[in-house]
């Protein structure tokens, strides 16, 4: 049955294969031409890109070739030209870029009356700065000074092309007092500090007092008792003890309670102004694991005892061995919130601690789910874990339409030639107009040719979870392999770890930095580049995973030995870094794994490190070991070596083997 499973899947992955690159095959001449192309728009040399767009002119790409002609030409280009342009590229992935940069360029170059003429509809700050000048210019002036008001009332600084528009809006006598106040309280919310001492200037003199001691307890929080126990009873007196209290409460929620003991006396506060405190006090007492924070959760008034607190109050009783307010926690939560898989498995956990008879039906009813809790909830009652496999079955009709449809066959061909953003932008609009069936049929079309990303997404958004060769490919199956044995870490482990980070794109690029399939930072890659000499040629480098994965698979190895083989602290760390790892240890308690990890302040690391094992036992499943990562690192008391793979049904879950052996 497992043999031809597997050769089952392998012929529904062979024809994807078939079909993405029958499309694509006449196309690498094409391709080369235009990746030259666009490295000569990079570099300004137009005559090239114009030489490239007389090569293509059939080509579906051809037109961001002339789209980055006339970005490149954009002072030069008359307005009808590039006006008529993006009229034919509407919905295109460069029009929205192209027609920012085309309006700006108006404003800079003082035609505005064709500014006037094609602007009116852009959200783009600059373009409507430009757009208030031009009509101030012009005369045309009723309704300008409440579009420059919206553009005023921010909490940061906007652009230097603004300044003028503000000049003039000035002279009709704005902003008012109040709306200066309304911009020096977005300004201290945003943490624009600088900003907010400017602002003090469009502030009455009582304003002002307030703001300059807004701004020395932003400074100075230690100082607010001294310096509050000297104002009157006035609203701005009152704001100010509740902003500044709650802000000091998720840093210090201890001293944070001192003051609001000694200063919940001093002023009148409002009942919304005195729960706003509270509530914030005692959710980071909880976060904090402090034994008393569910009372001073059950202290609040019910509107604001919300799921978030809920679940603090849960995760504080349990990091305090209180299993019994940990199900009062539980039971009041809403139907839907108590029916999440993470609040079944630890309400099961609980009447176990507790030792209630009905804890091993509240497992059982879990423990059918291919989840990270679902499979805790079968390690707890010694049992195979749960996967079933949802098989896919390619459809040669709808993948021939989809490969004739001109914006789908634009976002594969913008994967191909490496253009990422605008491969997602389009992919993006093509996906929402698609039915499900041809959905899953576009799934299979991207994983066949390696757009991994997309096709893990998208099979997500339709439910079908349980098609794991598809959402748990295993790409570079030889580098993983020799890498893993020459550092020794379980592949299950690099694979869940991958999937987790990048969702194998060798692309990934993160908002802080990281980068390629093991979402490395180029500071780290050079660190362990230098320390297992292997190679790192810069930050580019990471983005080929015959550089990232080496690195990657070596940095785990580091993380493994300093951890001692724990990997929910290997994972802990690649998330939030060694040094808040090394804070929680030292400051909060070191409970059962699955406790400590439950009750991690980080909500990115406590969803991060469940995904990275619940991932990582999927891989067990498809390299064919024994599902022991989840076990070993979250209930070790529980290891069964024993334990295999089942459908819930009861049938051995076939397991799919890239090639037998191969992780032997």
Same mark, same amino acid.
């Given at each position: ?105 108006? *404003? ?34 009723? *309704? ?318 339709? *439910? ?59 500071g780290t890659a050079s660190e362990v580049a230098r320390r297992n000499g292997l190679p790192f040629n810069g930050n580019a480098g990471l983005m080929d995973p015959a550089i ?28 939030? *870094? ?87």
């Open positions: 049955m497992a043999v031809m499973a597997s050769l089952m899947r392998l012929k529904v992955l062979l024809l994807t294969l078939l079909l993405s690159s029958l499309a694509m095959a006449d196309r690498p001449a094409e391709r080369e031409q235009f990746r030259d192309g666009w490295q000569a728009a990079s570099r300004g040399d137009w005559a090239a890109v114009q030489a490239a767009i007389e090569a293509l002119p059939d080509y579906p790409l051809t037109s961001f070739l002339r789209a980055e002609l006339k970005r490149g030409q954009i002072d030069r280009v008359a307005p009808g030209e590039i006006s008529a342009f993006l009229d034919a590229h509407r919905g295109w992935s460069f029009a929205a870029g192209l027609e920012t940069a085309w309006l700006r360029s108006l *404003g800079q170059r003082g035609d505005f009356a064709s500014l006037q003429g094609h602007g009116r509809a852009s959200r783009d700050t600059e373009v409507r700065c430009w757009l208030a000048r031009a009509d101030i210019q012009s005369g045309a002036t009723e *309704g300008v000074a409440a579009r420059i008001a919206e553009l005023w009332l921010v909490g940061r600084s906007q652009p230097a092309v603004c300044d003028p528009a503000f000049a003039w809006w000035r002279t009709q006598g704005h902003p008012s007092t109040e709306q200066g106040q309304q911009r020096f309280t977005l300004a201290m919310q945003a943490g624009q500090v600088g900003l907010a001492r400017y602002l003090t200037r469009y502030l009455t003199h009582e304003q002002r007092e307030w703001a300059e001691r807004w701004l020395t307890v932003h400074a100075r929080p230690d100082a607010l008792p001294a310096l509050a126990a000297q104002w009157p009873d006035h609203p701005e007196a009152r704001r100010l003890v509740v902003l500044s209290l709650q802000r000091l409460a998720r840093s210090d929620w201890q001293r944070a309670d001192a003051y609001w003991e000694s200063l919940a006396p001093r002023f009148r506060f409002p009942a919304e102004e005195r729960a706003a405190v509270e509530r914030e006090i005692a959710l980071f007492s909880a976060v904090a694991l402090h034994p008393d924070a569910p009372v001073r959760i059950d202290a609040l008034p019910a509107p604001v005892q919300d799921q978030q607190m809920l679940e603090w109050r849960a995760r504080s009783a349990m990091a305090n061995g209180d299993w019994q307010q940990v199900l009062k926690s539980i039971e009041r939560m809403s139907p839907p919130d108590q029916a999440q898989g993470r609040w079944r498995y630890w309400r099961a956990r609980a009447l176990a601690e507790l030792e209630r008879p009905e804890a091993a039906a509240a497992f059982a009813s879990l423990a059918s789910e291919a989840t990270y809790h679902g499979f805790l909830a079968a390690i707890w009652l010694g049992q195979d874990l749960s996967l079933c496999e949802q098989s896919l079955g390619a459809d040669a009709g709808i993948q021939d339409r989809l490969l004739a449809d001109a914006e789908f066959t634009r976002a594969l061909e913008l994967h191909q030639v490496g253009l990422m953003h605008h491969a997602r932008l389009t992919w993006a609009s093509a996906w929402r107009r698609l039915s499900d069936e041809d959905r899953h049929q576009a799934a299979l079309l991207a994983a066949g040719q390696g757009w991994h990303d997309r096709s893990i997404a998208a099979l997500g958004a339709l *439910g079908t979870l349980q098609a794991y060769p598809w959402r748990f490919p295993m790409i570079e199956q030889a580098r993983v392999r020799s890498y893993s044995e020459r550092w020794r870490v379980n592949p299950a482990l690099v694979y869940g770890l991958m999937r987790a980070e990048s969702a194998m794109q060798p692309d990934a690029l993160s908002p802080a930095g990281a980068r390629g399939l093991l979402q490395l930072m180029p990232n994965i080496p690195l990657g698979v070596a940095h785990l190895a580091e993380l493994q030995a300093r951890y001692d083989g724990q990997w929910i602290f290997v994972a802990a760390a690649y998330n939030a *870094g060694i040094n808040a790892v090394s804070r929680w240890l030292r400051d909060r308690p070191l409970n059962d794994p699955d406790v400590w990890l439950e009750t991690l302040p980080f909500f990115e690391t406590r969803d991060y490190v469940p995904r990275v094992l619940a991932f990582a036992t999927i891989y067990e499943w498809l390299i064919e070991r024994q599902p022991q990562v989840l076990a070993a690192n979250i209930l070790p008391g529980r290891v069964n070596g024993q334990a295999g793979f089942q459908c819930s049904e009861g049938i051995p879950a076939p397991r799919q083997s890239a090639r037998p052996g191969d992780f032997e």
